[in-house]
C-alpha cells in the first residue's frame, strides 16, 4: 500500500490495515479493491498538497464484501451494458476466447463485439494475447479495413474476473446461455471448422443437457460426444473419452422407456459407445469397467460379428491380469462359433511371391476371426505355447485363402517368426517378415504397426542381421505403440530391447539406465508379465554389476527370486519363467558354478517354447555346452558320451544359426567348438578355435563373450603349464569383463587367479620410444597379449577412473570429467577433445589441470590446435605419441605447433562400434616423454569408455531433445485445443504421479472451499454474539443493581414474590449469571480464534506465493487439531511441547504448508493412539531454528508407535499406507513430499525403535 501511494509505511498503516482485513493480503483482490476505491473517489490525489488522500471514515462505513468475487462483480455491474453482456458469453467460452467465436455466440459482427471490450481492455481486467486486436480499435459503426485471417484472442486478467463475470448470469439462466452458445457454434461453423472446434461446442451444449427434452435433440447431442469422444482417444486423452462416452449413453438412455428399448431403437449408436466405451476402460486399467461394458455388449448385439470386438477386449483384459488359459477359451470360443477351426500345417500350395498381390479381404466373417486369432498369439506364447503354431498358420491360411489386410500382415510377419524360431527355414522366415511390412505400408492399420514391428525386429531379424545395428528399432516401437495405444505391445517391445541387450554384450551400466525407464514404464501401465520379465533382467545387470549380495541368487533391489517365483509360477507366464532360468543358467557359468548351470538350464530348456524367436534363447545351447565340457574331465566314461552326444545336439542348433548370421553365432560355434578339441586332446584345433572365438566376438562386439573365450583359453593355458600366455589371455579376459562393467565377475577373476592378474597391479618400468604408433584395433580392446606381460596398468585406478566417467550422462559434466580425468592419468599439461559432428570436425573442450572449458567451434577455424596432426590422426585412426612435434617433417609448417613447441604431444583416436567419434589431443610443455606406454594403456581404458559415455550422452541429449520437443508439441496442441475447449486437458506424465497430484488438487480445493465457507458463515454470527455480549453484560448488570436497590427499599415481600423468590433462587442466579455471561465470552472469543485459523489454515485465496511466519501456520494446525490432544477415556492427555527459534519471514505457499503441518502433526497423533501401551506422558515436539546457506528447519516428533525400519524407504511414495482400509489413502505424506520438493526443501523420516519418529523439514527462506 505505502508503495502504491508512494508514501511512508507508517502513514499508510491505517489503510494497510483496513485492505488486509478486506482482502486478507491477496495481491490481486488488494490490487483491484485500491483500484475501486480510487474509481469511486474514496482515494484521490491532493495536488495542492502533492499526496495521496484516502477518506478512511467513509471507507469504512462502506458495506464491502470480503468475498473477491463478489467485489468484482460489484465493479463489473459499473460497466456498459452490452460490455457487461459480451463479457458474460467470454467467462461461458473460458478463461481464453477468441473474438471469432465471441462474435458468433453475441451474434453480432466481430467490430461491435471488440469495441464492447474496449473498456474492460482499458482497465486491465480483459487482456489481448497478441497484436491484433488494434485492427478492431474504434467505435461502433465505424468503418474498418476488414483483415482477412486474423485471429484476436483475449484472456482474463484472472481466474476471479472470470468467475465474477460467470457470476453476473442468473443461476436459472446459466444453462440455457451454455446450451445458446454450443447452438450457435454448432449452426454457424463449417463443417471442417466443426470438427477442430468440436470439444468446445460438445461442452458447452453438455452443460444445457437437463433443458434438453426433445429425443432428436438427445440423440444429436449424444453422436457429438461419441465424435468427441472418439478425437480424445486419438490424443490418448482417455479419461476424457470415458466421460464424453458416459455423457452420449445417459443421453441416448433419456430416449425411451428402458435400456432394451434404447438399443432397439438407437441399436447403430449403442453399439460403438459401449465398445469404445469397454476399450477405453481397459486402457485406463478399470478392468471392471471394462468387463461391465462388454457384458452390455454381449447382452445387447444382434450378431456375433458386433460381439466380436468387446471379446477382443475381454482377451486383452484377461492377458494384462496374467489369466492367459481362460484369455484363449474366450478366443477358441469365438472361432468356434465363427465357424473357424484351428489348422497345423500351412496349405501346400502357398507362394509368397502370389501373397505380394492378393486383393484385399471382402468377408467380414473372417475379418473378424482374424482379429481374434490375433489376439490369441500373445496368451499361447506366454501361456500355451503348444498352441501357438495351430494360431499362426490358421491366420496365415486364412489369409492366404481370403485376401490380404493389416491383420494379415500380423499373420505374416507371426507365420516368419515361427519359421525362423523353429529353425525350419530361416531364410523363409526373413521373407515372410518382409512381407509383412510389405502388407502392412498398403493396408495401414494403426492399431497393427507395433505389432508387425515388434515381431520382425524382436523374432526375424536377429536371425539374419547383425542384432546390435537394429536393437534401437525395439526401443522405438515402444513410442510407436505408446502413441498408437497398444500398449500390450509397447511393453513386448521393451522387455525384448532390454532381454536383447543383455545378451548383445552391450555396456551394463548403459543397460541399467535404460531398463530402468523400462521397468517403470511396465510397472505404471500394468502389465505383470512384462513388469516382471523386465525386473528379471534387471537384477541379473545389477548383479553382474555388484550390486547384489549373490551374484547368483536374482535378490536384489529389483527382483526377489524367493519372493516373486512363485507368484510367475500361479500365473502360468512361462516367458517369465524361461528369461528367469536363462538368466541364472549365465550368471551361474560366469562364476564357475556348473552343476547349477546345468539344472538352470534344464529348466530353461523346459519352458523354451515359450521364448522361441527371441535372442536369449541362444544362450541355452552355449552356456549349457559350455558347463559340460567343463565337467567332462570329472564325469565317468559312460557320462562322457552322453555329455560329448548332448553337445553336439546343441552345435547342430548354433550352426544353423551361424549359418544364417554368422556375426551373431559363429564366435559361440568356434568356442564350443575349442572346449570339444580341449577335452579331446587337440592342443593345435583348441588354439585355433580359441583365436576365431576371440576374433568374431570382438570384430560384432560382443564384448561378454570376448572376455569368456579369453577366459577359456587362459584356463586351457594354465592347465597346459603356460602360465605366461595363460596369464596374457587372463588380463584380456579381465579388461574385457571392465569394458563390459561387470565389477563382480572382476572380482572373482582377482580371487580365483591372482598369479595370472599380478602384473596388473604390479608396476615395471618399459623403456619408451619417442614416437610411437598404435593401431585402432589395439585401441579397441584396451590391450593386447603381445603388450600385456611388460607394461604396467594400475588397473583399480583405472577402472575408477572409467567408472567415473561412465556414471556421467549430461555432456557437460562429461566433457569436464573425461577431460580432467584424461589429463590427470596422462601426465599431461593440458588437452582438447575434438568430436566429429554434423560432418565436420569440431573442437568441443579444452582443459589444463585446474579446470575444464566447453567449447564449439570448427577445427578449420580454431588455432590452439595442431590442425595438421588432428587431420592426421582422423585419417590413419591410429595414435600419434611424439616428443619435438616440431622436428617432424610431416607437421614442421603448423602454426600451432612452430609458436608453442609443446615437449610431449598424444594425439588419440577414439572409437565406438568400429565408427571414429571423435579425437583426444594433450600435451606437456615441460616434460619430455610424458607419455608413457603404461599412461598409453590407461588412456586406451579411458578413450574405450569415453567413447560409449560420449554416445550415451549424444543419445541422452538427443532424448532430452526429443522429450522437449515432444513436450513443446504437446503444449501445442493442448493450446489449440484449450481454443476450443478450454475444459479438455491432454496429460502424458507417470500416471501415478499425474493421478495423485489431480486427487491432491481437488481435495485441496474442496477442502479449503468447505474450511472458508466455514469460516465465513460461523464469523458473521459469532460477531454479532461477541459484539453483544458486552452489552448484555452491562444490561444485566443494571437489572442487577435495580433489583438490590429494590430489595434495600422494600425489604417486605408478599407472599407470592417471596414463592418465586425461592423457586428461582434467586441469590444464586445472580451470582452465576455474571459467571455464565463470561463463559461465554470467553467461548465466542475461542470461537472466533478458530475461525481466524480456519481462514489461515485454509488461505484459498493465496494462490500465489507470499512472505509468512511459518509459526503461524503451525499454530494454525495446532489449534485445529486441538481437540485431539485432550485427555478422553481412550487416551491420556498429549502433551504439545514447542520449541521455535528466531525464524526469518519465509517466501513460499501458505496454505500449500499449512496443509503439510496439519498431515504431519495428524498422522503423529495417529501413531500415539494406535500405540497400545501408552506412555506415561505422550507428547508431540515441534522445534524449530534457522540453519544455513538461508534455510530453515522445522521437525515434529512423536513418541507413539514407531515407524518400522522396512517401510521408512516407502512412507513417501503414493499411495502407500499403514493405516486399515478406509482408514487412509496413502496420499497424505506423498502430497507432504511433493509440496516440500516444490519449495525447494527436503522432508526425510527417522524412527528409532521404541523411541521417537520425526519429520525433519528443511525449506530455503525463499521458494524455488
Not at 495521496?52 to 467513509?58: A, F, G, P, S, Y
Not at 484351428?342 to 475379418?367: G, K, M, W
Not at 492399420?445 to 525395439?474: G, M, P, S, Y
Not at 565377475?745 to 595370472?756: C, D, G
Request: glycine share 4%; with cysteine.
Amino acid at each position: 500500500v505505502a508503495d502504491t501511494l508512494s508514501c511512508s509505511q507508517d502513514w499508510a498503516w491505517s489503510l494497510n490495515e483496513l485492505v488486509y482485513q478486506k482482502t486478507q493480503g491477496n495481491p490481486f483482490f488488494a490490487t483491484q479493491f485500491l483500484k475501486g476505491l480510487h474509481e469511486d473517489g474514496f482515494i484521490a490525489f491532493d495536488r495542492d498538497l502533492g499526496y495521496w488522500h484516502c477518506d478512511l471514515t467513509r471507507v469504512r462505513q462502506l458495506a464491502l464484501t470480503d468475498d473477491v468475487v463478489e467485489f468484482m462483480a460489484t465493479r463489473l455491474h459499473k460497466l456498459p451494458k452490452e460490455t457487461q453482456e459480451v463479457l458474460k458469453l467470454a467467462a461461458c467460452i473460458g478463461n481464453q476466447f477468441d473474438l471469432e467465436t465471441l462474435a458468433i455466440v453475441r451474434e453480432e459482427p466481430e467490430m461491435e463485439v471488440a469495441v464492447s471490450l474496449w473498456r474492460v481492455l482499458q482497465e486491465g481486467l480483459v487482456l489481448p494475447l497478441n497484436q491484433t486486436y488494434k485492427f478492431f480499435q474504434g467505435n461502433k459503426g465505424e468503418e474498418k479495413v476488414r483483415v482477412q485471417d486474423v485471429s484476436v484472442r483475449y484472456k482474463f486478467l484472472h481466474d476471479r474476473v472470470q468467475q465474477a463475470a460467470y457470476s453476473l448470469i442468473a443461476d436459472d439462466r446459466k444453462q440455457m446461455t451454455h446450451l445458446n452458445i454450443g447452438r450457435l457454434l454448432l449452426q454457424k461453423t463449417s463443417k471442417g471448422e466443426r470438427e477442430d472446434n468440436l470439444f468446445n461446442i460438445v461442452n458447452q451444449l453438455n452443460i444445457g443437457i437437463p433443458l434438453l427434452e426433445k429425443p432428436s435433440d438427445l440423440e444429436d447431442l449424444a453422436q457429438l460426444n461419441l465424435g468427441a469422444a472418439r478425437k480424445a482417444k486419438s490424443s490418448a486423452a482417455y479419461n476424457a473419452t470415458a466421460s464424453y462416452l458416459n455423457t452420449a449413453i445417459h443421453l441416448i438412455l433419456r430416449t425411451e422407456a428402458t435400456p432394451l428399448e434404447v438399443w432397439q431403437a438407437h441399436y447403430t449408436l449403442m453399439l460403438p459407445l459401449h465398445n469404445l466405451l469397454a476399450e477405453v476402460s481397459y486402457l485406463n486399467g478399470n478392468f471392471e469397467k471394462a468387463e461391465q461394458q462388454i457384458q452390455t455388449v454381449i447382452n445387447n448385439a444382434r450378431d456375433l460379428l458386433d460381439r466380436v470386438k468387446v471379446y477382443e477386449i475381454r482377451i486383452s483384459v484377461l492377458v494384462v491380469q496374467g489369466q492367459y488359459q481362460a484369455a484363449l477359451d474366450v478366443g477358441l470360443e469365438i472361432l468356434r462359433l465363427l465357424d473357424v477351426s484351428l489348422t497345423e500345417a500351412p496349405l501346400p500350395d502357398i507362394d509368397i511371391d502370389r501373397l505380394y498381390s492378393l486383393p484385399t479381404i471382402a468377408n467380414p466373417q473372417i475379418v473378424s476371426a482374424l482379429s481374434i486369432l490375433s489376439k490369441l498369439w500373445a496368451p499361447a506364447f506366454i501361456g500355451n505355447p503348444q498352441l501357438l503354431q495351430s494360431v499362426v498358420v490358421t491366420m496365415l491360411n486364412l489369409s492366404a485363402t481370403h485376401g490380404n489386410s493389416a491383420r494379415g500382415a500380423f499373420a505374416y510377419a507371426l507365420y516368419g517368426m515361427l519359421l525362423c524360431a523353429t529353425m525350419k527355414d530361416i531364410e523363409l522366415g526373413y521373407r515372410f517378415g518382409q512381407l509383412a511390412l510389405h502388407t502392412l505400408d498398403r493396408h495401414e492399420d494403426a492399431e497393427l504397426t507395433c505389432k508387425v514391428n515388434q515381431l520382425f525386429h524382436a523374432f526375424i531379424r536377429n536371425w539374419k542381421e547383425l542384432a546390435r545395428d537394429r536393437a534401437e528399432c525395439l526401443a522405438d516401437n515402444v513410442l510407436t505403440g505408446l502413441e498408437t495405444g497398444d500398449i500390450e505391445f509397447a511393453c513386448y517391445s521393451a522387455i525384448n530391447y532390454c532381454d536383447n541387450l543383455c545378451v548383445m554384450g552391450e555396456s551394463l551400466s548403459l543397460i541399467h539406465q535404460k531398463q530402468s525407464y523400462y521397468i517403470e514404464l511396465t510397472k505404471s501401465l500394468q502389465q505383470e508379465f512384462q513388469y516382471f520379465a523386465a525386473v528379471i533382467w534387471g537384477q541379473f545387470v545389477e548383479n553382474l554389476m555388484g550390486l547384489a549380495a549373490d551374484p547368483k541368487q536374482l535378490v536384489g533391489q529389483r527382483f526377489n527370486e524367493d519372493e516373486s517365483i512363485p507368484k510367475i509360477e500361479q500365473m502360468n507366464s512361462f516367458t517369465a519363467l524361461f528369461f528367469f532360468y536363462t538368466s541364472k543358467t549365465m550368471l551361474h557359468y560366469l562364476f564357475d558354478d556348473y552343476e547349477g548351470t546345468l539344472v538352470h538350464s534344464q529348466s530353461a530348456i523346459e519352458y523354451e517354447q515359450a521364448g522361441v524367436g527371441m535372442l536369449p534363447i541362444t544362450q541355452i545351447p552355449l552356456y549349457r555346452s559350455l558347463a559340460l565340457l567343463a565337467l567332462y574331465p570329472s564325469a565317468a566314461p559312460e557320462q562322457q558320451a552322453q555329455m560329448l552326444e548332448e553337445v553336439e545336439t546343441h552345435q547342430k542348433r548354433l550352426d544353423i544359426w551361424a549359418t544364417h548370421a554368422p556375426q551373431n553365432f559363429q564366435h559361440k560355434l568356434d568356442l564350443v567348438a575349442a572346449e570339444t578339441a580341449r577335452i579331446q586332446g587337440d592342443r593345435g584345433q583348441a588354439i585355433e578355435q580359441y583365436d576365431r572365438a576371440i576374433s568374431g566376438a570382438k570384430e560384432n562386439q560382443y564384448i561378454h563373450e570376448e572376455a569368456i573365450s579369453n577366459e577359456l583359453a587362459a584356463k586351457f593355458y594354465l592347465n597346459w603349464g603356460k602360465e605366461r600366455v595363460a596369464s596374457s589371455y587372463m588380463q584380456d579376459a579381465y579388461y574385457s569383463y571392465a569394458r563390459w562393467g561387470a565389477k563382480a565377475k572382476i572380482a572373482h577373476l582377482e580371487q580365483r587367479y591372482p598369479q595370472l592378474l599380478a602384473a596388473i597391479g604390479q608396476p615395471t618400468h618399459p623403456q619408451r620410444p619417442s614416437e610411437l604408433s598404435i593401431p585402432p584395433s589395439q585401441t579397441a580392446s584396451l590391450t593386447s597379449s603381445s603388450y600385456s606381460s611388460n607394461i604396467w596398468l594400475d588397473f583399480p585406478a583405472a577402472i575408477e577412473a572409467a567408472q567415473a566417467i561412465s556414471e556421467e550422462i549430461e555432456l557437460e559434466k562429461l566433457l569436464a570429467t573425461l577431460m580432467q580425468i584424461a589429463i590427470a592419468n596422462a601426465g599431461a599439461q593440458s588437452g582438447h577433445l575434438v568430436l566429429y559432428q554434423d560432418n565436420q570436425w569440431v573442437a568441443i573442450a579444452k582443459a589444463n589441470r585446474e579446470r575444464a572449458e566447453r567449447l564449439d567451434i570448427q577445427l578449420d577455424r580454431y588455432s590452439n590446435l595442431p590442425q595438421s596432426l588432428v587431420y592426421s590422426v582422423a585419417r590413419t585412426q591410429e595414435t600419434a605419441v611424439f616428443d619435438n612435434l616440431s622436428t617432424v617433417d610431416q607437421f614442421a609448417g603448423d602454426r600451432y605447433l612452430i609458436t608453442h613447441q609443446p615437449k610431449s604431444v598424444l594425439c588419440m583416436p577414439m572409437s565406438r562400434q568400429g565408427k571414429l567419434i571423435g579425437i583426444l589431443y594433450l600435451e606437456n610443455n615441460i616434460t619430455l616423454g610424458s607419455f608413457t606406454r603404461d599412461r598409453i594403456e590407461m588412456l586406451k581404458l579411458l578413450a574405450s569408455q569415453a567413447a560409449i559415455s560420449l554416445e550415451n550422452a549424444r543419445l541422452y541429449q538427443q532424448t532430452e531433445h526429443y522429450s522437449h520437443t515432444l513436450k513443446a508439441e504437446v503444449e501445442r496442441k493442448t493450446e489449440a485445443l484449450n481454443q476450443k475447449a478450454q475444459t479438455l486437458e491432454t496429460t502424458l506424465e507417470q500416471l501415478q504421479r499425474t493421478q495423485a497430484q489431480l486427487i491432491h488438487s481437488e481435495k485441496m480445493s474442496s477442502l479449503g472451499q468447505l474450511v472458508a465457507g466455514i469460516a465465513h458463515e460461523i464469523n458473521n454470527p459469532i460477531g454479532f454474539i461477541r459484539g453483544n455480549i458486552n452489552h448484555t453484560q452491562n444490561y444485566i448488570q443494571n437489572l442487577i443493581d435495580l433489583l438490590e436497590l429494590y430489595q434495600r427499599e422494600y425489604p417486605q415481600r408478599n407472599a407470592d414474590i417471596q414463592a418465586k423468590h425461592e423457586e428461582l433462587d434467586l441469590d444464586f442466579l445472580l451470582e452465576d449469571v455474571t459467571k455464565t455471561l463470561q463463559s461465554m465470552e470467553v467461548g465466542s472469543d475461542r470461537i472466533h480464534q478458530v475461525v481466524l485459523s480456519l481462514r489461515d489454515f485454509s488461505r484459498l485465496d493465496e494462490a500465489e506465493i507470499k512472505t509468512v511466519d511459518i509459526h503461524s501456520g503451525i499454530k494454525s494446525a495446532l489449534l485445529i487439531l486441538q481437540h485431539r490432544f485432550q485427555k478422553n477415556e481412550h487416551q491420556p492427555e498429549i502433551r504439545v511441547i514447542e520449541e521455535y527459534g528466531q525464524l526469518p519471514k519465509i517466501t513460499c505457499y501458505p496454505s500449500e504448508l499449512n496443509q503439510v503441518f496439519f498431515n504431519i502433526i495428524n498422522n503423529a497423533l495417529d501413531a500415539i493412539q494406535e500405540n497400545p501401551q501408552h506412555k506415561p506422558t505422550s507428547e508431540v515436539r515441534i522445534c524449530t531454528e534457522a540453519i544455513e546457506n538461508h534455510q530453515i528447519r522445522i521437525t515434529i516428533s512423536n513418541n507413539g508407535s514407531p515407524l518400522p525400519e522396512a517401510i521408512q524407504d516407502r512412507i513417501f511414495d503414493p499411495f502407500f499406507t499403514t493405516k486399515p482400509v478406509g482408514r487412509g489413502t496413502g496420499l497424505g505424506l506423498f502430497i507432504c513430499y511433493f509440496i516440500i520438493q516444490k519449495h525447494g526443501g527436503t522432508i526425510a523420516v527417522q524412527s528409532q525403535s521404541e523411541e521417537r519418529t520425526a519429520f525433519e523439514i528443511i525449506l530455503p527462506q525463499k521458494c524455488a
